[in-house]
């Protein structure tokens, strides 16, 4: 059996806990059962465990948009294709993610089939964004992004915008921290000369 946990909001924080047991799914079944319920956002641990995620709040509804705005314009002219938070990616490791903006290159997308494209990509996006409510927990936060790395994403973001704090997350296992929202975020070699302000995110 398979746990279905929900984050409840308690005391300003998000804490798991067990909401019902569902059968095993394989991905097509679990396509299907996030499907019927399009109305709750779901991600899948690597053990089988699905999680019910919470909306997200006006302020950081805002923020998301900013993000992914400005990568979709910077993609009309460098190619690759840009993902919101509604779209959820199979990992090597067989967990199911929703960060809150993804890209994948043009090569990369199209190695995929047209079922695979369809349905939950089971591929690691090149670029991922998370970006934290206030009472998200910097630790688990911090533990999905190395999740992304060791499962091929090349760069990823974690924004906490209630601390002005940006942790940069790279391939080759480098980890940087940008502190004010005054400064530029690079996309490196990984989306070159794309730049995001974080003065957006204020």
């Known amino acids: 059996m398979t746990a279905v946990l ?8 998000t804490e798991p806990f067990t909401l019902e047991l569902a059968d095993e799914m394989d991905d097509k079944a679990f396509y299907k059962f996030c499907r019927r319920n399009d109305h709750l956002r779901f991600e899948r641990n690597p053990d089988g ?3 019910i995620m919470p909306n ?9 948009t900013k993000i992914v705005s400005r990568l979709d314009l910077w993609s009309e002219s460098f190619g690759g294709k840009v993902f919101d938070s509604s779209t959820a990616f199979k990992l090597l490791n067989f967990a199911t993610c ?4 993804a890209w994948i290159s043009d090569e990369r997308w199209n190695s995929l089939n047209e079922d695979e494209q369809e349905r939950f990509p089971p591929i690691a996006p090149d670029f991922v964004v998370e970006l934290m409510s206030a009472s998200d927990i910097l630790k688990k936060a911090q533990e999905k992004m190395l999740e992304y790395i060791e499962n091929g994403v090349q760069l990823a973001w974690l924004i906490q915008p209630s601390t002005q704090t940006v942790f940069i997350y790279r391939i080759d296992g480098t980890i940087s921290k940008v502190v004010d929202f ?4 690079s996309g490196e070699n990984v989306l070159p000369e794309f730049e995001f302000s974080l003065k957006l995110l204020l």
């Open 182 to 185: 005054d400064n530029k975020l």
């Open 56 to 64: 997200t709040g006006g302020k950081t509804g805002i923020r998301s």
């Open 6 to 13: 929900v984050n409840e909001w308690r005391n300003g924080g």
């Open 98 to 101: 929703s960060p809150d903006a």
């Open 49 to 51: 465990t699905i999680l």
